[in-house]
C-alpha cells in the first residue's frame, strides 16, 4: 500500500491552456473526494466519486471543471481555459467503509497549478 | 464562504506546554475530524469524534465536541516540534450528501 498519489506535483500553464491531472487512491478504497486549496485557507470540496459514480459536485465548481473515475479506480481532473484564479493545490483523497473508520480520509499529495 | 471558522488562527508556544484550538461550523454533523498539514505535505487524520460524543482521547490528543454551540476543541498536551503544523477541522455531513467542510486553520508553531 503506497497512499494516494498524484500525478503531476506540480504544474505551469499559461492562462486559457487545458489542464488534467490524475489521482491514483488507496487500491482497496472506493469513496473519491477532489479539493481545492488556496494558501492559507482549509481544503474546499469540488466533487466525491463512489466506485465510478459521481455523486456530489460543488455549486462552486464551474463549467470548466470536469472530473471522472472510470472504472472507479484512477480519477482525473481537467480544467478548461484556465483561469489565474485557479492557481492553488489541488488535493485528492480516498477513504473505504468497509475499514471500520468509515469517514476517515487519505490525502494525496497535491498537485500545485500555477497559472500564469 | 462555506468554510467552519477556527481560532485561533496562529498560536506559538514553547516546546511542552500544551496547544489549544478551537473550531465552529454552521451544519448539521454525524461527526467532526482533525487533520494536520505539516508544512509541504499532505493533510493526515489525527482523531475523530462523533456527534453523540462529548469527548475523546487520543495519545496526546483531546478533542470536545459541543453540539449545542456548534464547536469543537482540540487540545494537544505536551507539545513537540514536531507538533508544528496547520490544524484543520473538517465536518461530516449525515448520510445523505458527501461534502466534508473543513476549517480555516490554525497555525501551530511549537519552539524548542
Known amino acids: 500500500d503506497t497512499g494516494v498519489s498524484q500525478d503531476p506535483r506540480h504544474k505551469i500553464t499559461k492562462r486559457g491552456q487545458n489542464v488534467t491531472f490524475r489521482c491514483d487512491p488507496i487500491s482497496e478504497h472506493n469513496r473519491l473526494y477532489w479539493y481545492r486549496q488556496t494558501l492559507g485557507q482549509g481544503p474546499e470540496f469540488l466533487t466525491y466519486?463512489?466506485?465510478?459514480?459521481?455523486?456530489?459536485k460543488s455549486r462552486l465548481l464551474s463549467d470548466r471543471f470536469s472530473a471522472e473515475r472510470p472504472k472507479g479506480s484512477f480519477s482525473t481532473l481537467e480544467i478548461q481555459r484556465t483561469e489565474q484564479g485557479d492557481s492553488a493545490m489541488y488535493l485528492c483523497?480516498?477513504?473505504?467503509?468497509?475499514?471500520?473508520?468509515?469517514?476517515?480520509?487519505?490525502f494525496g499529495p497535491g498537485t500545485r497549478l500555477t497559472v500564469t | 464562504s462555506q468554510q467552519g471558522e477556527e481560532d485561533p488562527q496562529a498560536l506559538s508556544i514553547q516546546e511542552g506546554e500544551n496547544a489549544t484550538m478551537n473550531c465552529s461550523y454552521k451544519?448539521?454533523?454525524?461527526?467532526l475530524q482533525w487533520y494536520r498539514q505539516n508544512s509541504g505535505r499532505g493533510l493526515v487524520h489525527l482523531i475523530l469524534i462523533r456527534s453523540n460524543e462529548r469527548e475523546k482521547h487520543s495519545g496526546r490528543l483531546r478533542v470536545t465536541l459541543d453540539t449545542s454551540k456548534k464547536s469543537s476543541s482540540l487540545l494537544i498536551t505536551a507539545s513537540r516540534a514536531a507538533d508544528t503544523a496547520s490544524y484543520f477541522c473538517a465536518t461530516v455531513p449525515p448520510p445523505g450528501t458527501y461534502k466534508y467542510i473543513f476549517g480555516t486553520g490554525t497555525r501551530l508553531k511549537v519552539l524548542a
Open positions: 483523497a480516498s477513504s473505504n467503509p468497509g475499514q471500520g473508520s468509515t469517514y476517515e480520509q487519505y
Open positions: 466519486f463512489q466506485n465510478e459514480a459521481q455523486l456530489e
Open positions: 451544519t448539521s454533523i454525524n461527526n
